[in-house]
């Protein structure tokens, strides 16, 4: 079977340790005899070289006849008999019948023809929105917290303002007691009195006021859902002396009931998945092949896009004796051997990857994408590497990627009953109904201060996908999507001694013309 479809050549050029500019696949696509014409080009292209570039192809039809039908000559005017066909570059033998893989066909290379996927590349669609690698510009100096909340405060108050008849705290503490009054601010303080009420202290640019909650009201549940320095509106009535207001009405930013997501134009898959921690010794390389293999297969043949959201390798001093537990200590070999693994993914998917606290990138968020060195390593698939969070739009379908380091937080402040490790989707709903993925700050989650917040959810998305708690759950909140996509790690002493049984070896799959979800386990 000729190799004409470009998915087909990135799939063959990645299971020889190559990536490869577009242009390049196009050229190479274009030619008469494209079997040929890759051939010539690995045999012409320098040692060193890891991309394959334009300028290859350029150079190697150039030298091998015309349109680059290398050792293809055949009669004018007459056809190949079928043993004189060439074989398929994939396998190097003829294709096999009904999508069955011809046997001693390495799995990088053989899935490509099994899983038949044969979409036109040009109906794909990928594009990143949000991706602050190289946009940093926080110091840490005391104009930097300034900046990073005041944006937080403009960008979600206005979400609220229009639901509210907002005044300034100073202008509120003004007003004559007894009038209506409205606030929307950041959450100070919250702390219960001594009969058992709740007192709320907003701030915003020009102070801070406080707010009573009153036990007995129904919406007083709410606040065990409240997190420190997150944004809200309250509306309430003055008391007499006008030095408090008593809450009649809380507002969250939130997710519009009315939000309808998008979808996809076609049936198209996409795979979402999180913590591999390759170079841990817990760490499920089975698993993981038989997921690489199950993408070569005809039942994946639809999954064109494979979504990590961080924590690729172990990590190297993430706490404390790490290194008895690593398989890899080194760094850039944890990532090697990911990379290795990576390889036996089918080339014609599209790849995106944020990183996760236990990657080679700083801690605190919103987090940079990997630096080039690191880049370089992980290039055999071209993957779309960026910053945690961002946003991806697949074919329409907005997916916003966050590893999920906060989730800890909102699962350890609120009561287990709105937020669980058992139900980390759950966990999730809330930081859609705040519109921000990282709110609280000081706490367990390192955030870096910015001269805007980077971490704020200011678009809604169709899917919001997450992982670090090791937990698989999904779920809709107002119709937005929510999965925590398990990981692919056994069981780790530290997990043992806080009883954390990890959903390892899972796989969500998305139909993204359907929003509906599949789980495939492969443990």
């Known amino acids: 079977m000729p190799l004409e479809a470009p998915a087909r050549i990135v799939g063959e050029l990645t299971s020889r340790g190559y990536n490869a500019e577009r242009e390049a696949v196009t050229r190479l696509a274009a030619a008469e005899n494209p079997n040929a014409a890759l051939e010539r080009v690995l045999e012409e292209i320098p040692d060193d070289a890891l991309v394959v570039r334009t300028d290859h192809v350029e150079a190697a039809l ?53 899983a038949d996927r044969s979409a036109d590349p040009a109906q794909r669609s990928l594009e990143i ?55 929307v601010g950041l959450v100070n303080d919250i702390r219960s009195t001594a009969s058992g009420h709740w007192l709320i202290e907003l701030e915003d640019a020009t102070g801070t006021f406080p707010w009573l909650v009153m036990k007995d009201r129904e919406y007083a549940d709410l606040v065990g ?41 076609r049936h198209v898959q996409a795979a979402l998945i999180s913590d591999v921690h390759v170079g841990s010794q817990e760490f499920m390389a089975d698993a993981w092949n038989a997921f690489a293999d199950w993408l070569h297969t005809p039942e994946a043949r639809h999954v064109e896009y494979l979504l990590l959201a961080g924590d690729m390798v172990e990590g190297v001093g993430v706490y404390p004796d790490q290194d008895e537990e690593l398989d890899i200590v080194d760094i850039y070999e944890q990532y090697e051997a990911f990379s290795e693994h990576l390889k036996k993914v089918p080339g014609d998917i599209e790849i995106v990857m944020i990183p996760g606290n236990h990657d080679a990138v700083r801690l605190a968020e919103p987090q940079p994408g990997f630096d080039e060195e690191l880049r370089e390593i992980m290039s055999a698939h071209d993957p779309q590497i960026v910053s ?81 708690v090791h937990k698989l759950g999904f779920g809709k909140y107002h119709d937005v999507l929510a999965i925590n996509s398990g990981c692919w790690q056994a069981q780790t002493d530290f997990q043992k001694s806080v009883n954390i049984d990890p959903d390892a070896g899972f796989a969500p799959i998305v139909d993204l013309d359907t929003l509906d979800v599949t789980v495939q386990k492969f443990s």
């Open 62 to 114: 150039s030298t091998g006849g015309a349109a680059g039908a290398v050792g293809a000559e055949t009669v004018a005017g007459t056809e190949p008999s079928p043993a004189d066909s060439t074989p398929s570059v994939s396998t190097g033998t003829s294709s096999p019948e009904d999508g069955e893989p011809t046997g001693g066909v390495p799995v990088e290379t053989g899935g490509s023809l099994s």
């Open 129 to 183: 929105v949000g991706d602050m690698t190289g946009q940093s510009t926080g110091t840490g100096e005391y104009s930097d917290f300034v900046s990073v909340f005041r944006d937080r405060l403009d960008r979600l108050g206005a979400k609220l303002r229009g639901r509210v008849n907002h005044r300034p705290a100073t202008a509120i503490q003004d007003m004559p007691g007894g009038s209506e009054v409205a606030m």
């Open 225 to 265: 859902e409240l997190l420190c320095d997150e944004v809200l509106a309250m509306e309430g009535t003055l008391a007499d002396d006008s030095g408090i207001a008593f809450v009649d009405a809380m507002h969250f930013p939130d997710v519009p009931r009315t939000h309808e997501p998008s979808t996809a134009d």
């Open 388 to 468: 945690n969070p961002s946003m991806v739009t697949l074919e329409g379908v907005s997916v916003l990627m966050y590893h999920g380091v906060s989730l800890d937080e909102v699962i350890a402040e609120l009561p287990e009953a709105k937020a669980s490790y058992d139900d980390p989707h759950k966990a999730m709903y809330h930081l859609l109904k705040k519109r921000h993925v990282a709110p609280q700050f000081g706490g367990h989650t390192r955030l870096a201060p910015e001269e805007k917040d980077y971490l704020i959810i200011d678009e809604v998305p169709d899917i919001f996908h997450t992982g670090h």
